[in-house]
Structure formats: C-alpha cells, structure tokens
C-alpha cells in the first residue's frame, strides 16, 4: 500500500468510528460500535460474490474485532488440494468462521485492490451485546465449522441472520414480503462472466432449483445485495419508536478494478455463432472429406473430439444430479444437450470414419438419437416443468450435434481402396 492511500485509508476510518465511550455510557452495549464491511468482488472464482463481515469495537476495552464467514482452506501440498476438489464434489464443504483485527482486515482487502463500504448500524444497546456475544462463542473451535452452501449457508447469509437476530426477526419479516424478478442463476451470470470457462461451466452445471424468483432475503446470499437492501430497513423499538437500521454509510475505498455490470450480459448470439462456425465446419469437411483423406481424418478429429466432451459433460451432470448433495444440480434440463450418449457416439466415430459401412451406419443411427434429445429440449419449453434458463446452451450444443450428424453422413464410410 502507497504512503497516500494509507493516509487516505487510516482518515476514512476515523471518520467511520465514533468517540471513546465516556463516564456516561454506563448501560452495557453502549461502549460497542457495530458494523457491516462489504468487499466487492475480486478477481479469483471464489471472489466474484464478494465478501463481508461485521466489526465490533469496544471503545472501553480499546479492541476492533471483525468477524466472517465462509473461510475454506484449499490445502497446500498436492495431495491437500486434491482432496478439498474431491469433498468439493460430493459437496462435503466444511468451511469456517474467522476472527482478525478491524483496521488490518480493511488495509488487506484494500492491497487487493477491492472496493470497500462500511454501514454502522444503529442498534440498541442490548443488542449490540448480544451480538457481541454470540459472535465470541461461534468464534470458539467448537462451535466455528459449519456446512458450506454456495446460495443457502455462505458467509453474506450467515451475517444476515446475526443482523436478523440483533433486530428481532424485523430484517427477514421485511424481506421475505419483497419480490423480485431475479434468481440465483441472474446473480451467478454477472458475477462470473469474467471467465468464459467458469461462466460456461456454471451455466452447464446449475439446474432448475437456481431459476425461481428471489425474494430480498434469498438475494441477500450476495455480500453486494445485502448493503443496498440494509440501507432500506427501518426498525421498530417496543416504544414503538422507529429508525433507519443504518446511522451510516461510508465508501473507504472507492477504486476497484473488478467490479460487475448490474444486468448481465447476453451471451446467446456468441454461443449460437460458435455452434455455428462448429456445424459448418463439420458439414464442410465431412463433404470434402467423401473424396479427400485430409478433410476425413479432420471431421473424423473433429466429431470424436465435440463427441468427447459432451459425453463427458454428460456424465458428470448426471453425477451431479445423482451422487452427490449439490441440490442446485438436480433436474438439470442440459442433461439433454450433453448426453452421456455422446460418449457411446465418441467411441463409435473412428471406426465409422475410417473402417466400414456398418459401423458407419449404427453411428449415424446414434447421432440422430442425440440430435433428437437436444430438439426434445426445445420442443419441451412449451411444458411448465421445463422452465430452465439454458436456450443460450441450446443454442450452442443443438448446431453441434445437427453438424456431426449431417457431416457423418456427407462423408459417408470409408470408400474401399
């Protein structure tokens, strides 16, 4: 961090905190500020939903605390990070919660380059210490791991329900009755369309469960969510009283160069264009290739290879949706799209391209049964249960399969030599 933007930091800090608790300020609770961090999104796949945690500092004890959820350790040798892959497939995610000191967490995230606000939240005395508590014993080895879910059980849903608490129930009774248009799948898109690879294999991967509308609590899953909608509750005292939840809001660090759009982009027309230029590829060298050796062994490359990775798509969703606990998986509708029969089609094609006609024939036979699940997976829209955001895959994978299946036949068995 540069001499300048400590000085800047450090002085938004002071800004933030309020003056020593004095003599006066004897009810328990008053000596505690409490606060909401939100870092925006960084770079790293495990950083595009950004993150937050809650500071508390005791101007009596001289400590500033912050709390957070959602810590994971990837490992460090080899074999470390293989197993953390391997439980991150079954879904055995036991992440924790973590404890380090307020201001050097805030000069952390900004030599990251993340932007940072802070929301003092205007609590009652009682329930600031409450809070203050509960966070110290969930802090206690015993009491710290938990069971991780992406869109349930992170570290932005895990402080709202502390936050719900300290209010009495008020923050969720408000925002279960606010309903919005978006849904886990919207969020997921324009948090990750930084990567194409990520963002495609996301896309491939999350079922129906992530396409249902959200209310402000479920979209409050997302650390950018939660401060904008904290910013909108007003809170009910038993004197029947009312305030806003947040005294105030501060921006301590404004420059971030991995900031997201707010409506996501449309990937349709680039999917659709590279199903495209893959269908005309395999259409045009399996018609050259009748009568050239060159264009053969490319379509046949080519068709095993696009065979090959569905199949292989294939098998990995349905074992999403049948082996393991990711619930955000089942009822995949791309099952149709990625067909463990493309990999029965990918062992088959070098024997149709190269070798004779009967195998020629079954392997024709096997791509129209695979160009038939993927039309099923249109033509089944006009159904209720299949109501999965994915025409923009379709859109890929539908070309794909239709130019496998007419540039096998346009090549057509091996001519004997």
């Known amino acids: 961090m540069s001499w300048l933007a400590s000085i800047v930091l450090a002085a938004g800090l002071a800004a933030s905190l309020p003056p020593q608790a004095g003599p006066a300020d004897s009810v328990p609770g008053s000596e505690l500020s409490v606060y909401l961090l939100t870092f925006d999104p960084g770079d790293l796949v495990w950083e595009r939903f950004g993150h937050n945690a809650i500071r508390i500092v005791d101007h009596r004890a001289g400590t500033d605390v912050a709390y957070d959820y959602g810590r994971f350790d990837f490992g460090r040798t080899w074999r470390e990070q293989v197993g953390f892959v391997a439980r991150f497939a079954r879904k055995d995610l036991r992440y924790s919660m973590g404890e380090a000191d307020g201001a050097r967490t805030l000069a952390a995230y900004q030599r990251l380059g993340r932007s940072i606000w802070s929301q003092e939240l205007d609590l009652d005395p009682d329930a600031k210490l409450a809070m203050y508590d509960f966070l110290r014993w ?7 791991y938990y069971d991780y879910d992406y869109y349930l059980d992170n570290c932005s849903t895990r402080l709202r329900d502390v936050i719900d608490r300290a209010v009495g129930g008020q923050l969720k ?3 279960d009755s606010l309903r919005t248009d978006q849904t886990y799948r919207y969020h997921t898109r324009r948090t990750t369309e930084n ?3 990520t963002y495609t294999a996301l896309m491939f991967g999350l079922g129906q469960p992530v396409d249902q509308p959200l209310t402000a609590w479920g979209e409050m899953f997302l650390p950018i969510m939660m401060r904008p909608y904290l910013n909108q509750l007003v809170i009910h005292d038993a004197a029947g009283g009312s305030r806003p939840l947040v005294r105030e809001e501060l921006h301590l660090v404004t ?3 991995y900031s997201i759009a707010a409506v996501p982009s449309s990937w349709r027309e680039g999917y659709l264009l590279a199903g495209l230029v893959g269908l005309t590829a395999l259409v045009g060298l399996g ?3 009748r009568r050239r050796s060159w264009a053969r062994n490319g379509f046949g490359a080519l068709a095993t290879l696009w065979s090959y990775l569905a199949g292989v798509g294939g098998i990995l969703l349905a074992g999403l949706w049948a082996f393991t606990a990711h619930a955000v998986s089942y009822r995949n509708e791309n099952v149709l ?3 463990l029969l493309s990999m029965a089609l990918a062992v088959m094609l070098p024997a149709a391209v190269w070798r004779n006609e009967a195998r020629h024939r079954a392997a024709l036979r096997l791509a129209a049964v695979v160009v038939l699940l993927s039309i099923a997976g249109v033509v089944l829209k006009i159904l209720p249960a299949f109501h999965q955001d994915n025409l923009d895959l379709i859109g890929l994978t539908l070309p794909l ?3 496998l299946l007419a540039g096998l036949a346009a090549v057509g068995p091996r001519p004997a030599t």
């Open 173 to 175: 009774a408000w925002a």
């Open 401 to 403: 399969h239709l130019g």
């Open 138 to 144: 969930n802090i206690r080895d015993e009491n710290r």
């Open 287 to 289: 018609l050259i290739g």
């Open 195 to 197: 990567s194409v690879t």
């Open 255 to 257: 420059t971030s160069p």
């Open 337 to 339: 799209q990625l067909s």
